[in-house]
């Protein structure tokens, strides 16, 4: 804690800081959930403390992969979960890119719910201000924090002046270490290919084919798909059937597959070998004749086996970039809805495909 003359006034060295890795980017006027939490055993000034409704806020990502930053206002007269509420000052909040915001609010002697505001930049040292250095751990003033709370309004002190509460116009700063997946993005959206939206006619055996996502972490090379089916819709999510999971890097049989067109000639080839052996017994015409006949035998054959990587519906090729899952006794005269949803196997690192048709990130189709 600092006061408005950037003194340090106390503090605890033993803060414990969880979170599930994701960033609020709007303020809500009701029904906010807490994604993360703070929490120590040492005593401030002779009173235990707590701070509950912990929002994590970050910058906004643009379509275009970049990002802005994220301008948030919260209000000090506001009940819990209701942050946006607009009742009391306000307190306004940047977080550019590369930041964490952070607002929570601070029971302290019998004082509740003060509004407490830090902007977090990673790997550093706290400063220009002085840390805590005395009861609860013993982290030193050197030590450099994965989230450090800067200076954020300017005035050379670190943290954000409160608003509310018996420390009005003090700083109070939290700076926390070892937070998994904080830098995590999520992959992708799994572009869907086949069937198209609304197709009717389809058979009982579908393969569903849709496009690989990317990952902007370069850490994540392999990500892992679900697909899904249902008879009902997004809602309930009732009669529904999902696939095992299935990695971008690996291939499953006869009814999953990575894309990846290749030529086999084992068949044209074997059907060759035994054109060979037969016309090495015959002679003149015949054996002319026998072999034009091998020719196209073993240019069909190939042409055949060029296909093995193609999806059951006639004319689909599987390309490189695309996978897929083949789903049998599926019901006659029955429309489906389907999506695809992929993991980076890290908290909220999910994934699911656009909203196409009537329900948010299903498409649907329908059986003969």
């Known amino acids: 804690m600092l006061d408005p003359n950037n003194g340090v006034v106390g503090g605890t060295n033993d803060v414990h800081f969880s979170w599930d890795g994701t960033m609020k980017t709007s303020v809500a006027v009701s029904g906010q959930e807490s994604n993360a939490s703070l929490s120590s055993v040492t005593a401030f000034f002779g009173y235990t403390w707590d701070a509950h409704d912990v929002a994590i806020y970050g910058p906004i990502k643009n379509d275009d992969g970049t990002y802005s930053p994220g301008v948030y206002t919260v209000y000090t007269d506001c009940p819990s979960a209701s942050p946006g509420c607009g009742t009391g000052t306000p307190i306004t ?96 959206e799994p572009t869907l290919v086949y069937p198209a939206d609304r197709e009717t006619g389809l058979g009982t055996t579908v393969e569903f084919r849709w496009k690989k996502s990317t990952d902007p972490d370069a850490s994540d090379t392999v990500l892992t798909y679900i697909v899904t089916y249902c008879t009902d819709t997004i809602n309930t999510e009732a009669n529904c059937i ?39 017994g015959s002679n003149g015409r015949r054996r002319m004749l026998m072999l034009l006949v091998m020719v196209v035998l073993f240019a069909g054959g190939a042409l055949i086996s060029c296909q093995k990587n193609t999806s059951t519906e006639e004319g689909k090729y599987l390309d490189i970039s695309e996978m897929s899952y083949e789903a049998r006794g599926l019901s006659s005269h029955t429309t489906y809805y389907w999506k695809v949803e992929v993991s980076d196997g890290k908290s909220k690192g999910i994934t699911q495909s656009p909203r196409l048709g009537t329900e948010p990130g299903y498409r649907s189709f329908k059986t003969q």
């Not at 003060?114 to 050197?142: C, L």
């Not at 291939?251 to 990575?258: D, E, L, M």
């Open 242 to 280: 999902s696939s095992p999971p299935m990695t971008n890097d690996s291939s499953y049989g006869p009814t999953a597959k990575t894309g990846g067109k290749g030529m086999f000639y084992a068949g044209g080839a074997g059907l060759l070998m035994v054109g060979l052996t037969f016309i090495g």
């Open 93 to 188: 909040f940047t977080v550019n890119e590369g930041e964490l915001g952070a607002h929570m609010l601070f029971n302290w002697a019998g004082n509740n719910d003060i509004d407490v505001v830090d902007i977090w930049t990673p790997g550093k040292a706290f400063g220009p201000s002085s840390m805590f250095t005395g009861a609860g751990g013993s982290n030193s003033a050197s030590k450099v924090w994965d989230w450090m709370s800067k200076d954020s309004n300017g005035d050379g002190i670190n943290g954000y002046p409160m608003m509310d509460g018996p420390f009005s116009s003090f700083n109070a700063n939290f700076n926390v270490m070892g937070v998994p997946g904080a830098c995590n993005s999520s992959p992708s």
